[in-house]
């Protein structure tokens, strides 16, 4: 891959984030409103893929007119087992939806208009969302991206060397309460926020990106971009993981491993200090992915959810060094090797 990064003197550093070194990665394609959009979903080992199917082919729902999930490939994981053991019950309950199955991803992706890379395992996900963005069709690949940040950036790198639109998001970006905060400067601007939620650690995947991305995403939410370093202190407990912003704010996360799992987190603005909701489900997502779709426009920056996965990737680091401040460039510049 040419063209990663653009490179800034390290005196330039200070007060910036890592979207400063990043390459503008802003992709547009023709608009498809108004036109039958055929979507096909590659992996069926996770609960989403039906869930999502149920969703958009819903005949009732007026924001699915002319938008139908048509085929998919169901061949995820191999090798984990929660992920695997699904496949059988989902191909069944997809095939019941009238969607076909099908045993080859160039045969999915030639049948429709954009896919939906729902393979749980994000070992597999650079191999797969290749062959899309080979294809030049948009794709929403679910969390994570990738199992580590390599993989992540490569497969950035690929969709914009190729033109071709790419968006991936937690449904926890969507809740409103935490859009509000956002973009709607409900309390001021925001000067810190503490967000948690659960973490599961799957041996393959960089710590926080097979559970933790839920937490996380729900943090840059509301932060945005500009974290420069990052600590992280682990139990059998707990994990909390802390974010410095180059303008002086402070991010946190704390991962639940024992204990009540839920959602949410605190915002504190310049007006207010408040709570900042939590899981509504996939609606909100759904529907910008389908206006995704249509218009070919991420609705999230590429730059920042690719800092957030370097975050979470910091964070892998800081805990090997037991709890050392690292620096976001340094890690980011660790995975281009």
Known sequence: MKNRRIFIKESALAGIGL???LPNTGIQASNKKNKELKIGIIGLDTSHSPAFTKYINDPERESMKGVEVIAAYP???????SSYSRIPKYTEELRSLGVTILD???DLIDRVDAVLLETNDGTLHLEQALQVIEAKKPV???????????DVIKIYDAARENQVPLFSSSSLRYVQKAQDLRNNNTIGDILGAYTFGTVEIEPSHTDLYWYGIHGVELLYTLMKTGCQQVSRISTENTDLVIGKWGDERIGSFRGIIKGRQKYGGTAFGIKDVT???????YGGLLEKI??????????????????LYTFMEAADVSKKR?????????VYDMALD
């Open 75 to 81: 061949h995820g994981s191999s090798k984990i087992e």
């Open 104 to 106: 080859d991803i160039k």
């Open 322 to 330: 037991n709890g050392a401040w690292v620096d976001i460039k340094e």
């Open 140 to 150: 929403f690949i679910d969390k994570p991206v990738a199992a580590g940040l390599k």
């Open 19 to 21: 979207s400063t070194f």
């Open 275 to 281: 709570d900042v909701g939590t899981s509504e489900g």
């Open 290 to 307: 389908i206006e995704f779709f249509k218009s070919g426009i991420s609705p999230v920056a590429d730059e920042e959810t690719i800092e």
